[in-house]
């Protein structure tokens, strides 16, 4: 089970194989496979730092644990129409995905974001929408 917080539900769409050190895009990578190839993985919501933070490099301010960061957490969460400490398959949030989002709501929800730019993350949400799961890493 790997535990989630909410902006990452959205960053799994939209990731390439790019990230902040070499530690942190071997596990997002891992955590990324593992989801795709079995859609029955469990996923547990959480507030605050979770699996993919743990590898975020310390490299002085930890932006983990910025208030925007909760927030963009929260907005997604509800957005989905979940809660943190739900356990849920990861092919539930992927139907959540597709019930409740488009995707130009990355354009608000991710306004702060500075990955946003490549726009990865809505081509990962039009994946989902099309059932096509995430998107194979090279």
């Known amino acids: 089970m790997y535990k989630l917080r909410g902006h990452h539900l959205f960053c799994l769409l939209g ?3 790019m990230g902040y050190s070499q530690e942190y895009v071997e596990n997002m990578t891992r955590m ?7 859609p ?3 996923i547990q919501l959480v507030k605050g ?3 993919l933070c743990e590898k975020y490099p310390n490299s002085g ?7 925007d960061i909760y927030e963009r957490d929260a907005v997604i969460l509800e957005k ?4 943190i400490g739900q356990i849920l398959y990861w092919q539930d949030i992927e139907s959540n995905i597709q019930k409740y989002t488009v995707p130009s709501d990355i354009q608000t929800v991710c306004e702060t974001c500075s990955w946003r ?5 809505e081509e990962g949400i039009r994946d989902i929408l099309e059932g096509q799961g995430l998107k194979e890493i090279k």
Not at 61 to 67: F, K, L, N, P
Not at 80 to 83: E, H, N, Q, W
Not at 117 to 121: K, L
């Open 15 to 17: 990731y390439r194989g």
């Open 61 to 67: 301010e930890y932006h983990c644990e910025h208030d």
């Open 117 to 121: 730019s490549y726009g990865v993350c």
């Open 40 to 42: 029955r993985t469990w």
């Open 32 to 38: 990324h496979q593992t989801l795709r190839d079995n």
């Open 80 to 83: 989905l129409g979940l809660k």
């Open 49 to 51: 730092p979770d699996h």
